[in-house]
Nanobody, 127 residues
Framework: QVRLVESGGGKVQAGDSLRLSCTGSGLTFSDHHMGWFRQAPGKEREFVASITWSGSRTAYADSVKGRSTISRDNANKMVRLQIDSLKPDDTAVYYC????????????????????WGQGTQVTVSS
């Protein structure tokens, strides 16, 4: 059974930084592109960032580009997302997702591409 478990969410102030982590089990982690999505109340789930299976390529949404970094540790089956200079608009539930795509160098950015999802972790940014 595949499990993706997010951690690191919480309540922070605008301007703070936050690092989210996601640990996978039940899957060959290094065969999967990994992504982060978020969903704010009343809004659709949106792409935040993704990283290819090898970590060689990354992609970011314009809303976080330049102030966020996605990274992965295949040995420990973990993917991380750091967001700096947090804004109230970053408030959302953040989801980790895995897309089975071994040896592919194309980044994944659409929710429909991802096969497995975590339960999410809440991030609340106050002004």
């Amino acid at each position: 059974q595949v499990r993706l478990v997010e951690s690191g969410g919480g309540k922070v102030q605008a301007g703070d930084s936050l690092r989210l982590s996601c640990t996978g089990s039940g899957l060959t982690f290094s065969d999967h592109h990994m992504g982060w999505f978020r969903q704010a109340p009343g809004k659709e789930r949106e792409f935040v960032a993704s990283i290819t299976w090898s970590g060689s390529r990354t992609a970011y949404a314009d809303s976080v580009k330049g102030r966020s970094t996605i990274s992965r540790d295949n040995a420990n089956k973990m993917v991380r997302l750091q967001i700096d200079s947090l804004k109230p608009d970053d408030t959302a539930v953040y989801y980790c997702a895995a897309d089975y795509k071994p040896f592919s160098s194309a980044t994944s950015t659409r929710p429909s591409e991802f096969d497995y999802w975590g339960q999410g972790t809440q991030v609340t940014v106050s002004s």
